[in-house]
């Protein structure tokens, strides 16, 4: 039988078997330490992006909880992620397995109790799984002397909360506003925010770049439309390019980069592959990986034109010749423990760094050696996993944020040293970084309304 990492994590403190930790929910009050349970890490894993983090629904996700026909059942979760309905991608077993289904719905059933009071069943009957030796505990790193960085708040008002952030040339801050259907815009001269309504509706904006013209490109995510849109920001009108449907059904555009010729290039979280678009005539190419429900999300291009993707649910990397369209894979290690590979970004040297969010760590793999390489990040006193955004700066410094751990991090492979850089609010969560010319680190907030700058002194 096969355990993912999740029930690991459920378990780090005690290393035992997940049986010990289902126990415990049975003697507690309905819905007590939720966030903490296995079902809770599957959930986050693999519904939330659709149907939101409180199991309530989003514009393409039904809700979960609080259902008119009554609290959701194993029998309809299995359904659901076998034979799913309308614009939901399916979820084989080796995927998802049963046992982690019956765990999802328990966690949503109690979920459900603290909702609508409806009735908890008995928790799963998970005695099969066997215990497994957990991670080692993260490195104990201090938070840095406040008097060597300052970190700002910035709020972005009626723009909402964010996703993807790119620095124009310009200086100016640009962020996907993922809560509001929007573009936002932070001038840091000026101290000011504006957004721009995206034309689609309920399109959920998600990956943004800002091409060396200053065009803004941001991925817009709302099932079932999956387009691309460019913003100029000089006559402030959008461009709009409709992505088909075939050979994927799902193509469902998240991360953002550019080529050599400005194109476009995107990771297709349920098209298991990477798009391209020729912004001179609009063209789409599609770039598929072998992988079936890969679940693609951090992409880069290499020096040499090659696309660089992670494969989330596949736990693997990609290599893509656009020339050829010919895909390679490497299988992390330790696919098989569930890393969860997010975003990434690449350093002079060519080496991929990606983000380990279910193991709380960084991950770095060289192609000319295969090599692969892995330090846990500190929990700064939260949760260990969560590593999320990844960016590597001219000096190859890996910079990357924690949401379990509420901080921007910075790593120094040269010495393989962290240094933390807690963020002033809770549950803060960035997704994504980039830099400014000045040395300033900028995220955007998915949780609530605000941007947030980290300046070290003396940078």
């Known amino acids: ?39 809770a890490r599957l959930y986050a894993r693999y519904c939330a992006a659709c149907h939101g983090r409180d199991a309530r629904g989003t514009v393409i996700g039904f809700p979960l909880v609080a259902r008119p026909s009554g609290p959701v059942t194993q029998e309809i979760v299995l359904e659901s ?105 932070f001038d840091p001269r000026a101290d000011g925010i504006r957004c721009w309504q995206v034309p689609t509706r309920n399109a959920r904006p998600q990956g943004l770049r800002v091409d060396r013209d200053g065009m803004v490109w941001v991925t817009l995510t709302g099932l079932p439309d999956n387009k691309i849109a460019m913003f100029d920001p000089r006559t402030e009108l959008f461009s709009e390019f409709m992505l088909p449907h ?29 798009g391209r678009i020729d912004r001179k005539t ?4 599609y770039f598929p990986v072998p992988a079936f429900r890969a679940r693609p999300d951090g992409i880069e291009v290499a020096r040499n034109g090659h696309i660089w993707m992670t494969e989330s649910i596949a736990n693997k990397l990609v290599e893509i010749d656009p020339k050829t369209g010919k ?20 350093d002079s040297r060519g080496n991929v760094w990606f983000a380990e969010h279910e193991f709380g760590s960084l991950g770095m793999f060289e192609p000319r050696t295969r090599r692969w390489r892995s330090w846990r990040a500190p929990a700064n006193g939260g949760n260990p996993h969560g590593v999320r955004a990844i960016a590597v700066d001219h000096r190859d410094t890996v910079w990357f944020t924690h949401a379990g751990g509420n901080y921007i991090g910075r790593f120094d492979p040269h010495t393989e040293s962290f240094a933390v850089y807690p963020f002033p609010s809770a549950d803060t969560d960035c997704r994504d970084i980039d830099f400014g010319r000045d040395g300033a680190v900028w995220c955007v907030s998915t949780r609530s309304p605000k941007l947030i700058r980290l300046m070290l002194k003396g940078a």
């Open 327 to 346: 895909a390679t894979e490497f299988t992390h290690p330790l696919a098989t423990d569930d890393p969860g590979l997010g975003a990434m970004g690449l």
């Open 1 to 39: 039988m096969r355990v993912k990492r999740h029930e690991k994590f459920a378990l780090a403190a005690l290393a035992t078997a997940l049986p010990l930790a289902v126990a415990a929910w049975a003697q507690t009050t309905p819905g007590a330490g939720l966030e903490g349970s296995p079902g």
């Open 246 to 274: 075939r050979p994927q059904p799902l193509v469902f555009p998240e991360r953002l980069t550019f080529d050599a010729e400005r194109d476009p290039i995107f990771s297709l979280g349920y098209g298991d592959g990477a």
């Open 282 to 285: 609009g063209h789409f190419d």
């Open 81 to 185: 992620l076998r034979t799913p309905l309308q614009m939901m991608p399916s979820f084989p077993r080796d995927v998802i397995s049963d046992d982690d289904a019956a765990l999802i719905t328990y966690y949503l059933t109690t979920l459900d109790h603290q909702v609508s009071g409806a009735p908890v069943p008995s928790p799963p009957d998970v005695s099969g799984l066997r215990p497994i030796p957990p991670l080692s505990p993260p490195p104990a790193v201090p938070p840095a002397d406040p008097a060597s960085y300052e970190m700002k708040e910035f709020d972005t008002g009626s723009c909402g909360a964010g996703h993807d952030i790119a620095v124009a040339p310009d200086g100016r801050v640009w962020f996907a506003g993922s809560e509001r259907n929007s573009i936002g815009m």
